[in-house]
């Protein structure tokens, strides 16, 4: 679309001085959307920008830390190739200051990874934000989160020390997001009323966790997650009154679940599948593991019991899809009404030894039933 060439003089002034700064500003009627490109700066066009504007960089390498103290909506490209590049400096990659900011569709990298700093490849203070469609790897604090109801969706995160990390943080929605090959995949600490949902936390380093809440961090769901491969699956430490449901907690190096000084969680309907060690409590930790009957309770792989009852008390003739009898965890922990799989592990192998066979008849069948020439 063309833009009418009658225009003020200040507006050709502010245009002209945009593009000494090598910033291209395209001006829809409204004036609100700037177009960066590879030789151009991004933090010029933030720093020229208005609050309420949209900058639109366009795929390649940007060599720059940024400093977003405006409402604006920051959109890449393609993820995969519009790559802002933070070199390693003392800083972060890309530090959100001001509230209502919008960062979709980069490749984050090279924070500073100095101990004891807080370096992030995307840090988040200001409030309702929306961090989503990133890709962020090779920086110590993956998205860094100190803010009140923000977004962060649909994110990749990778070979960072932490993925996502929320310190001081409510009502912050965690959603979506893959991470791989952090040492810790999502943290928590100070944080409350947050919700931690349908996230991939998978290979987080030896000594690293899949999920951490730390601190007196209370009030949060995490819930509908995958925990696979981790070292271990998920710490709650100094941590209680939290909802942990519906998660798939599996095949993690050492453990699925250690609690330490955190009581009055509620854990139900998740799945602890092949860890060496399902959980592990202190005794300072007494948390609830079921919801009632007959919603139940988890699914626990290192439990066998029989399923011939069925009612609050497990003493009404007939199966109901729960162990008869509660799986203990020590004095002070169990879960009275374990789930039974789905398909029970004597299923599984049967079917894995049968499909083969009838895979065999079937295609020996269809040989005979072809007519020869």
């Known amino acids: 679309?063309?833009?009418?060439?009658?225009?003020?003089?200040?507006?050709?002034?502010?245009?002209?001085?945009?593009?000494?700064?090598?910033?291209?500003?395209?001006?829809?009627?409204?004036?609100?959307?700037?177009?960066?490109?590879?030789?151009?700066?991004?933090?010029?066009?933030?720093?020229?920008?208005?609050?309420?504007?949209?900058?639109?960089v366009h795929a390649g390498t940007y060599p720059e830390n940024l400093v977003v103290a405006k409402s604006l909506t920051l959109v890449g490209e393609s993820k995969e190739s519009?790559?802002?590049?933070?070199?390693?400096?003392?800083?972060?990659?890309?530090?959100?200051?001001a509230s209502n900011v919008v960062i979709n569709n980069f490749t984050v990298q090279n924070s500073s990874r100095v101990a004891g700093t807080s370096y992030a490849g995307i840090k988040v203070l200001g409030n309702t934000c929306n961090i989503t469609?990133?890709?962020?790897?090779?920086?110590?604090?993956?998205?860094?989160?100190?803010?009140?109801?923000?977004?962060?969706?649909?994110?990749i995160a990778t070979r960072n020390e932490n993925g996502i990390a929320l310190y001081s943080s409510s009502?912050?929605?965690?959603?979506?997001n893959n991470m791989s090959a952090n040492t810790v995949g999502i943290s928590l600490a100070l944080s409350f009323n947050n919700t931690i949902v349908d996230n991939i936390v998978a290979n987080s380093s030896s000594g690293g966790h899949g999920i951490t809440l730390l601190s007196n961090s209370f009030n949060n769901t995490i819930s509908s997650n995958d925990l696979v491969n981790n070292y271990h699956g998920m710490w709650l430490?100094?941590?209680?009154?939290?909802?942990?449901?519906?998660?798939?907690?599996?095949?993690?190096?050492?453990?699925?679940?250690e609690l330490a000084g955190s009581s009055n969680n509620i854990f139900h309907h998740n799945n602890f599948t092949n860890n060496p060690k399902n959980i592990v409590i202190d005794s300072n930790s007494v948390s609830i593991w079921d919801d009632g009957y007959p919603s139940g309770g988890n699914y626990w792989s290192d439990y066998d019991d029989e399923d011939l009852y069925s009612g609050p008390y497990q003493n009404e003739t007939g199966s109901d899809g729960?162990?008869?009898?509660?799986?203990?965890?020590?004095?002070?922990?169990?879960?009275?009404?374990?789930?039974?799989?789905?398909?029970?592990?004597?299923?599984?192998?049967?079917?894995?030894?049968?499909m083969p066979t009838v895979a065999i008849i079937i295609c020996k069948r269809k040989l005979l039933k072809t007519p020869t020439h």
């Open 1 to 56: 679309m063309k833009v009418k060439r009658i225009v003020s003089l200040a507006f050709v002034l502010t245009l002209f001085s945009m593009s000494t700064l090598g910033t291209r500003l395209v001006v829809p009627l409204s004036g609100s959307t700037f177009h960066v490109y590879p030789e151009d700066s991004i933090q010029d066009a933030i720093n020229s920008a208005k609050s309420g504007d949209t900058i639109l």
């Open 82 to 97: 519009t790559i802002v590049d933070g070199g390693g400096e003392n800083q972060s990659v890309i530090e959100v200051t």
């Open 133 to 155: 469609g990133n890709h962020v790897t090779k920086t110590k604090m993956g998205i860094y989160v100190i803010s009140q109801k923000s977004i962060i969706a649909e994110n």
């Open 171 to 176: 009502k912050v929605t965690v959603q979506a």
């Open 237 to 257: 430490s100094g941590s209680s009154n939290n909802w942990i449901v519906e998660n798939n907690i599996a095949n993690n190096q050492l453990l699925g679940i």
């Open 322 to 354: 729960i162990w008869d009898n509660p799986y203990i965890i020590n004095g002070n922990n169990q879960d009275n009404y374990p789930v039974v799989p789905e398909f029970p592990t004597w299923t599984s192998i049967l079917l894995v030894l049968i």
